[in-house]
């Protein structure tokens, strides 16, 4: 039942890039601690309270702070029209709720953690997927569906592709479901936010920070980073 939900939230969410800005895909992500919250509290009980919905709300708004503080001039647009971007920001709303389905199923269907082998689990999603769409992919190779799905694939790119999934998939998703499990899925989803505060910190002293560069988005990105901070320990 998971495994699809996680294959459906990381096509969207892929397929988002191509369509929107890297901007408006980063504001738009932080909803996903909103469907998480929501879902938390009607399938697995998490605890809920105006203050943590407050703490939530605080961290996307802190979120939104830093994503614009760092957008630069936009050119990450490109050529898009109007119509890309709309379609763009849907996928990327869709991926953020798939990807709190999929947070709060490993909660609902899953034991309390001594009893849960996390590496079978994630084990499991992964060979779902790839019987799944591996036999998808095998079949539509063969009769020649999707022919710009194949145009650039070649050794360097797979291996890529497998680094990627290693580290950004396997390794992540592994220590992110643990987390999920010793805590809740709204406290490990809001959690990755730390990243934001860490990020800047360390651009900051690698003097390669644009939203130095001006007053107001210093001040901006300040506060977001507040923010956030903020709303993570108002979640715990």
């Known amino acids: 039942?998971?495994?699809?939900?996680?294959?459906l939230a990381q096509l969207a969410f892929n397929y988002s890039l191509a369509y929107t800005s890297?901007?408006?895909?980063?504001i738009l992500s932080t909803s996903s601690s909103v469907f998480t919250f929501a879902l938390s509290v009607w399938l697995v009980n998490e605890r809920y309270s105006s203050e943590r919905l407050a703490a939530v709300f605080a961290y996307v708004l802190g979120s939104a702070l830093v994503t614009l503080a760092d957008a630069g001039d936009g050119s990450d647009a490109g050529t898009r029209t109007a119509a890309d971007a709309r379609f763009g920001d849907f996928l990327t709303v869709v991926a953020a709720a798939l990807y709190a389905g999929y947070t709060?199923?490993?909660r609902y269907h899953l034991p309390d953690d001594p009893k849960v082998s996390m590496l079978l689990f994630l084990g499991a999603v992964g060979a779902w997927n790839l019987v799944g769409v591996g036999a998808f992919m095998v079949l539509a190779r063969a009769f020649g569906f999707l022919?710009?799905?194949?145009?650039n694939l070649h050794w360097t790119?797979?291996?890529?592709?497998?680094?990627?999934?290693?580290?950004?998939?396997?390794?992540?998703?592994?220590?992110?479901?643990?987390?999920?499990?010793?805590?809740?899925?709204?406290?490990a989803s809001v959690?990755?936010?730390m990243q934001i505060p860490m990020a800047a910190a360390v651009e900051a002293m690698m003097g390669r920070a644009r939203w130095m560069?001006?007053?107001?988005?210093?001040?901006?990105?300040?506060?977001?980073?507040?923010?956030v901070m903020a709303g993570f320990l108002g979640v715990v």
């Open 1 to 7: 039942m998971i495994a699809p939900v996680w294959f």
């Open 22 to 26: 890297v901007t408006s895909n980063s």
């Open 104 to 106: 709060a199923g490993i």
């Open 147 to 151: 022919p710009d799905l194949y145009a």
């Open 157 to 187: 790119v797979f291996g890529f592709a497998v680094g990627k999934g290693l580290f950004d998939n396997v390794l992540s998703d592994y220590l992110w479901a643990r987390a999920v499990l010793l805590t809740s899925p709204t406290v």
């Open 191 to 193: 959690g990755l936010s």
């Open 213 to 227: 560069d001006t007053a107001t988005a210093a001040g901006t990105m300040l506060v977001g980073c507040g923010l």
